[in-house]
């Protein structure tokens, strides 16, 4: 058949084994010679599989701990010759090179290594691998001739096919597999350039110093970037727009998520989700956020999440209409049969249980996600001609660190609220107010051109009253009327970051008008 090529030796050598004995069996089920390298050649050698070392095949020993193994001629000959070439065969026969017709490699994990706390210098440098690359590329290339196997996820779908076609593969599966290969070296090297051109200068006994952590890491001089596609959306922002999703690798985070049910995601519904995963992971009690657009409608802490949903909802259920739901804790029945009564676009959770799946199965078109916390440091933001690379905001302030600067402190109870308000604030849209009390928003302004504003629009939306409430303002008061506002409003005590030329000026206001206030030092814009 015109395109097939039979598959009659293969060479093995993976760092990842899962699944790789399995896939051996039916290679050597259907006639396949094994080949294969160190702890590969072990694990199918146990597993009773025939399998030629391959210091057998070279006639040459592994050394170097391991550093050399397969590259040698007999190996890079064996896969890159075109078979219907006279010369290339006359070569190879001249200097007793068997073909191989599939690579089976995988690559040392530099990234794991690389995130391992307090990983040396040395360990990560013998973590980059050479040879599996170079068979990689090798096999890419002669692909009219030689299938690569690079990723785990495949072995299923090319046993099939293996078997279906008396141990053929098609053309079209070679090229997908190249081009899957060629993907995988690039941003393999990728990832060892960006984590290289990362380090400190390179000191001598370099390799007995433990590498700084990712976030302490200084910015790289040249951004270099390969995020593999997960999936196409529907479209962008708007129906106009064409859009896809990429992914780190990581499977963490909204990226990574897991879909239970409902209609396919959406280019909106992935950003309000993701703003909703990162409001909740703010806090170490059960919480809930309610995202509207990417700002909260509503966000309460509760004992469990039916509590922390309820108050959540609360705050503004006529915005929480058709919104996204993020949740940090595992979600139950007596939660979903609440849930299930409002509509919702979305839900992110750690896990659902199988009572509560079975709630929300009743709802088809509500889509139902799980994800793993993130371990992100920085992100892209794309602008005209260029991209802005910065730290992500992990900046906290404990209820300690707060600043009393106003003559009456505030109470126990203002200050649990005001801790609250202010970890929710740093995911609004600057320009940001919230209103709130311990553990559930009452009202929130967000995105407004004037702080004033900010203040009087989260005042407006405030269902619950805010009578002896406190309020959180992202960046300082520049005059005193947004304090006077937010005092107007309901506020006994207020939470900002100061840094005002004017901040005495406000500071007077607040001892004028009887409230607290606390300084934070720390701005938390979010455009």
Known sequence: MSGWKAVRRVLLSVTDKSGIVDFARVLHGLGAELVSTGGTARALREAGLPVQDISELTGFPEMLDGRVKTLHPKVHG??????????????????????????????????????????????????????????????????EDVAVVTNADDYAALAEELQSHQGQLCRATRWRLAKQAFALTAAYDLGIANALESLPELLEEQAA??????????????????????MPLRYGENPHQNAALYADGSNTGIAGLQQFQGKELSYN????????????????QTAVAIIKHTNPCGAATGASVLEAYQKALAADPISAFGAVIGINRDVDGEAATEIAKLFVEAIVAPSYTAEAKAIFATKKNLRLVQALPSQTTRMIKQISGGLLLQDVDRGKVTAQELKTVTQRKPTEAELHALHFAWRVCKHVKSNAIVYARAGQTLGIGAGQMSRVDAAKFGAMKAVLPLAGCVAASDAFFPFPDGLETVVQAGATAVVQPGGSVRDAEVIAAADRLGVAMVLTGMRHFRH
């Open 78 to 143: 064996g896969i890159l010759h075109i078979r219907s070439k006279r010369e290339h065969q006359q070569a190879v026969s001249e200097h007793g090179i068997l073909p191989i017709d599939m690579v089976v490699v995988n690559l040392y994990a530099f990234s794991a290594t690389l995130n391992k706390p307090g990983v040396h210098f040395g360990e990560l440098i013998e973590n980059i691998d050479i040879g599996g690359p170079s068979m990689v590329r090798s096999a890419a290339k002669n692909f």
């Open 209 to 230: 110093i433990a590498l700084p952590a990712p976030a302490q890491a200084p910015f790289p001089s040249t951004l270099r970037v390969a995020y593999p596609q997960v």
């Open 269 to 284: 519904n992935l950003v309000d989700l993701d703003a909703c995963w990162e409001l909740v992971h703010e806090f170490d």
